[in-house]
């Protein structure tokens, strides 16, 4: 049997309208998308620069720490066997300053050997592949971070704290949301 193209059936031209449609709607896509005119080598270098970003903290004696792959480190004191750390624990990628690259939002650990281990927000800017870093912000000693993302522009940060009183030795129980921007190349919070 030979099954025959009846370009007559209107069926056909529905479909053939529907692919090119599809087609069309995938290009616009392309074009609006968080990394549409932003090539992949590009992506690349700043997620390599991100994990090297240089940040300004109080954190360290220097007033800045250089991370080396998500991570650095330094004697808490001269001379001292502990050390004063920083981590990467968790990253999120989506545009920020509507230039269609992708920047980023990352969660740092930070530890000085003692008990407590502070978390912030930490922001950077994709400037070409290389990464800027445009603020941070303290979340708390001991949370439990839910979950960083972006989604249009904005950030969302969740995480459980500890309430007020509330010994450190419980797991932190009192959830929080909180959503940042970038404007005027600063990290806002919103209210
Ligand atoms: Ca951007």
Sequence with gaps: ???????????????????VLLALSAACSDQSGTTGNVSA?????????????????DEVSSGGAKLQDGYFE?????????????????EA?????????????????????????FYYLAVAINQEGAA????????????????VNISAGVISVSFLSHETGQPMSEPPASRRNLSFVVSDGRLEKQE
């Design 93 to 117: 990628f989506g545009d920020l300053n509507a230039d269609g690259a992708d920047d980023a939002a990352v969660i740092l650990a930070t530890s000085s050997g003692g008990s407590g281990t």
């Design 74 to 90: 330094e004697p808490a004191a001269p001379g001292s066997a502990s050390k004063t750390t920083i981590q990467i624990t968790s």
């Design 132 to 147: 800027e870093h445009v603020g941070t912000e303290f979340l708390g000693d001991r949370v439990e971070i839910e979950s």
């Design 41 to 57: 080598e590009t992506d690349g270098r700043f997620r390599q620069a991100l994990a090297n970003l240089e940040i300004k903290t």
């Design 1 to 19: 049997m030979t099954v025959r193209l009846n370009l007559e059936h209107p069926k056909i031209w529905r479909a053939l309208f529907c692919a």
